[in-house]
Nanobody, 111 residues
């Protein structure tokens, strides 16, 4: 399974971005978004289980929303009120990191 994340970019603080993740050959039911800032370990940002039960890291709660699109091989992460500390490469994978990591998509929050 190859995971392809997209939608990153440069945005000012307070701005929004919507990330997407696609894969061929599978339908998403339990998935997650992770991020890795320069010099830091990869961290879990958001999970979705059974297609609808979501959970978020405290640092993004209330600002980020994870969802599964239609068809169900598209995963989204809506990111609002972005902060400089959200700057990182964002990756999608299962909550247990079952799949091979894709390249991720860079999100840079800066004025």
């Amino acid at each position: 399974v190859q995971l392809q994340a997209s939608g990153g970019g440069l945005v000012q603080p307070g701005g929004s971005l919507r990330l997407s993740c696609q894969a061929s050959g599978i339908y998403f039911n339990n998935m997650a978004w992770y991020r890795q800032a320069t010099g830091k370990q990869r961290e879990l940002v958001a999970t979705i289980r059974s297609g609808r039960n979501t959970d978020y890291a405290d640092s993004v709660k209330g600002r980020f929303t994870i969802s599964i699109g239609n068809p169900k091989n598209i995963l989204h992460l809506q990111m609002n009120n972005l902060k400089p500390e959200d700057t990182a490469v964002y990756y999608c994978n299962s909550p247990t990191a079952t799949y091979v990591w894709g390249q991720g998509t860079q999100v840079t929050v800066s004025s």
